[in-house]
């Protein structure tokens, strides 16, 4: 007598479902009625169920009963029901909110995080590591995201989350302009430890807008591409004089051996505001025509070429949203976010901060 099986393939780690313990139930019945010399192997019940030999056998022992035949000897078989009940039953007393459940401390923390200090379940395991209640319960980045999206939270949710939860991969597509200056140099000239972030000192350059009709003050965001160190300028408008002014007022501050040192190279965008390349370059100390800085531009519609300014803009939007009117953020209160974005940890930079990494390139120089 020939068998034709019926060879699945599953996807790894998968529990069976109802359907195919019942499917597995009538296999096991059906083999306990034939002769010895046709009884089905477990091996080859296995093949059928798509299944490991191992995971069968665990199976089956998970549904074990004994029944009587028809001449009242005792014949062990499989139940689909039983399976199933004992399945339940173990998945409802496991669970990784049972783990994190019973520390409170931990629990209060990890939401004071997120939602209070607007961190990212990374930044915030980061943060708890050293913490007792944490090592109490040490869990993983992936496990918080799993708490988060199965709601065992009372006050966070994935909208708290830097991200709302979603991720979705941008289509990019390839526009060629010409740049009206040919003098003006490009991202491709940059230099290589600019495009290898192997030194400190090169940054990209990006204006932050308030919302239609809400006043024409604008943030100036220069983020470091080594560090991410962020610096953030309140400005009145958008404009070539305004960036210009912000600029030759930090480098007065600071003086001119300084800034060229920390600002070898800024990338930016084509947006009219950032046009002025040769200002922008010429120190307003020196009077011996002496360089401050070296100015490249992106391709135009090529924000990913500055994606250190696009991730610094995104968590910048937590604290001030799209649309909003940038002119009613105090000086101190950009202070305050320039602080939170130069003292959060980054999955980037192996849970570090811009602030830590900066202090590290430092010391290697002292």
């Known amino acids: 007598m020939s068998l034709v099986y019926c060879i699945r393939t599953r996807e790894k780690g998968k529990h069976l479902s109802f359907d195919e313990r019942e499917e597995l139930e009538t296999i096991v019945n059906k083999n306990n009625m034939r002769p010895k010399k046709e009884k089905m192997s477990q091996r080859k019940m296995a093949e059928r169920m798509g299944v490991s030999p191992a995971t069968l056998s665990r199976e089956l022992r998970r549904g074990k009963v004994v029944l009587r035949d028809s001449q009242w000897r005792d014949v062990t078989s499989y139940s689909a029901i039983k399976a199933q009940e004992d399945y339940d039953d173990k998945a409802s007393a496991k669970g990784p909110h049972l783990k994190i459940g019973k520390n409170n401390k931990l629990v209060k923390k990890i939401e004071d995080y997120i939602v209070n200090e607007k961190y990212s379940p990374y930044a915030t395991i980061e943060k708890l590591k050293d913490d007792s209640s944490y090592q109490e319960t040490p869990i993983s980045v992936r496990t ?20 709302k939860g979603k991720s979705s991969k941008r289509k990019y597509t390839r526009v060629t302009k010409r740049i009206k200056d040919v003098d003006a140099k490009r991202i491709d000239d940059r230099p290589k430890e600019a495009n290898e972030r192997s030194e400190l000192g090169h940054w990209e350059m990006d204006c932050v807008e308030s919302g239609r009709g809400k006043g024409r003050a604008c943030l100036l965001v220069l983020a470091e591409r080594r560090s991410r160190e962020t610096l953030l300028f309140k400005l009145r408008s958008q404009s070539q004089k305004e960036v210009q002014r912000q600029l030759d007022q930090f480098e007065k501050k600071i003086g001119i051996k300084r800034f060229r040192t920390m600002f070898k190279s800024i990338t930016v965008d084509n947006g009219s505001e950032f046009l002025d390349w040769r200002n922008l370059e010429q120190s307003c100390v020196s009077k011996q025509g002496i360089l401050r800085t070296q100015i490249y531009y992106c391709h135009p519609y090529h924000s990913w070429e500055r994606g250190t300014n696009e991730q610094v803009n995104g968590h910048l939007r937590r ?27 980054r999955k980037v930079l192996n849970g570090k901060s811009a602030e830590e990494v900066v202090k590290e390139e430092l010391k290697k120089y002292a």
């Open 144 to 163: 918080l995201y799993n708490y988060i999206d199965q709601e065992l939270f009372n006050d966070v949710t994935k909208k708290n989350l830097p991200r």
């Open 319 to 345: 604290f001030i949203p799209k649309g909003c009117a940038i002119a009613k953020y105090s000086t101190k209160r950009i202070l305050e976010i320039q602080e939170w974005l130069n003292t959060y940890p």
